[in-house]
Every structure is written in structure tokens, then in C-alpha cells.
């Protein structure tokens, strides 16, 4: 639709917006000029009802739009903050909390708590709080499938220490909670038997451990006790063995320590 004449007094009021092009116009704008062209429309042609509404409607979703893009840009400087990291990274550590993660050195352990240090953020793991940059991952009781591991059996020996079942995890119950893990591993006289756990209670995932020729102990089928470096190789079904000065091969659920 065409547009009269409009009275040099209205285009003045529009001289800042337009040189700054239509990213300048405002809806106070686009209002006045559908006030200035229904006052110096053709009274023989006048705007109809649908084609002003139309107008109106396209100003509330420019107005919107514009509002709407305001916003974003202030969530998008304000998202870019160090403080604002330092929230969003808390509520991430917040969100481990009773959840099993692993360590950037294979150590696995239940996150007991979050906070902030000195600009830090930091989880409390076993006893320790650590950067949360050091959580490689959020296990669940599934990824401890077919994995040598470590379990805390809660208990600790005469000098104090705390004694670990070590083994392969042969199966996971999740109806219950904490999900509980079965544990392989060889007896005093050799034979393979199985002792369940929390899964709340793994504390290491030791697989790439063996891959890499850390020292182990393991109890062949007669009950003999062999320590070594173990040298991999992989057995029936793609299943990880190793043979320790020649002696072997061994799976790993034979061993019953790992470092020593």
C-alpha cells in the first residue's frame, strides 16, 4: 500500500533512527509511522482493518524479536564470567554427589561433596577433596563389567590397614540400591569363587593397569602364589590373559593383589 506525503514536522522526528539504518528503529518508530500514513493516507483508498492489524502484528514480533535478542546478548556476557563458570562448574560437582567417578589416575571413588576454594572447585573423592578437572568420567555399575577392580571390603588388617578383594566383576544387580557388583577371584587353595559388594565400594578399575606391567600377585589353580611382571596377551574370546616368568597364561580374576 502507498504512503502520502508526510509533512516535513513528522519525518523530522525520524532523522536519528534513520541514519542509523533500520537496525535503529525502535517499535516507537514503526508506530509513528503508522500514525503519519493513516493521516495523510488517500481518504478514496483508505487502510483496510486486515491489512492495519497485519501491520500491528508485524511490530509486536519485531518488538519481540528485538527484545528477545537483547536478552540473549545479556545471558551470553553474563554465561562468559568467571563467576559465572565458577557457578556453572559448582552445580556440575554438586551434581556427582553420591555418583562413583574415575580419576585422571584410574582411582575410582564416591563423590561426597562440592565446593568452591578460592575461585577452585573441588570434590570430595575417598577422603580427598581434588580439582574437578581431574574426573575423567561418571561410572555406573555396568562399566565395571568384565574390569579387574579393587573393592574397600570395609574391613582392615591387624596394623591397620584396609584390606581390598581384587578381582573381575562378573555381574551387576541394579534392582537394588547402591547397585551390587559380583566379584570373581581365586581362594587360598586356587579354586575361583565370587563375594558381592556395593558397587559403592570399588575404589580402583584396574584393567589398563595389567595392560601396562604394573607388578601383580596371582594364585594359580593349586593354590601357588606368583609374583611378577605380568606380559599380556590376549586369550579365547578376546579375553585379557597374561604369563608371569613364563608361567601361565592367567585371567584376571587370578589375581589377588596389584603393586606388590
Not at 607388578?215 to 574370546?237: A, C, E, F, L, Y
Amino acid at each position: 500500500m502507498s504512503v502520502g506525503n508526510v509533512s516535513s514536522s513528522t519525518s523530522s522526528s525520524f532523522v536519528d533512527s534513520s541514519t542509523q539504518g533500520f537496525n535503529g528503529l525502535t517499535a516507537d518508530d514503526f508506530f509513528k509511522l503508522l500514525i503519519a500514513q493513516l493521516q495523510n493516507q488517500d481518504p478514496t483508498e483508505p487502510v483496510g482493518n486486515a491489512e492495519l492489524l497485519q501491520q500491528l502484528a508485524s511490530m509486536r514480533n519485531l518488538q519481540s524479536n528485538t527484545e528477545l535478542g537483547t536478552t540473549l546478548k545479556q545471558l551470553s556476557s553474563s554465561l562468559g564470567t568467571p563467576e559465572s563458570r565458577a557457578t556453572q562448574e559448582l552445580s556440575v560437582g554438586a551434581s556427582y554427589i553420591g555418583k562413583s567417578v574415575t580419576l585422571d589416575d584410574s582411582s575410582v571413588g564416591v563423590v561426597e561433596r562440592a565446593l568452591s576454594d578460592g575461585g577452585n572447585i573441588l570434590v570430595g573423592v575417598n577422603g580427598v577433596d581434588v580439582p574437578l578437572s581431574r574426573v575423567v568420567s561418571v561410572n555406573t555399575p555396568v562399566s565395571f563389567l568384565n574390569q579387574l577392580v579393587a573393592v574397600d571390603t570395609g574391613s582392615r588388617d591387624l596394623t591397620g590397614n584396609t584390606v581390598f578383594d581384587y578381582g573381575i566383576v562378573s555381574a551387576v544387580n541394579q534392582s537394588v540400591d547402591p547397585p551390587v557388583v559380583t566379584l570373581q577371584h581365586p581362594d587360598a587353595n586356587g579354586g575361583l569363587v565370587t563375594n558381592s559388594y556395593p558397587s559403592t565400594q570399588v575404589t580402583n578399575v584396574l584393567t589398563s593397569l595389567i595392560s601396562n606391567g604394573v607388578p601383580v600377585t596371582v594364585v594359580d589353580r593349586t593354590g601357588q602364589r606368583i609374583s611378577g611382571q605380568p606380559i599380556v596377551s590376549t586369550g579365547v574370546n578376546g579375553e585379557m590373559t597374561f604369563s608371569i616368568d613364563g608361567q601361565g597364561p592367567f585371567t584376571l580374576s587370578r589375581i589377588v593383589s596389584v603393586g606388590e
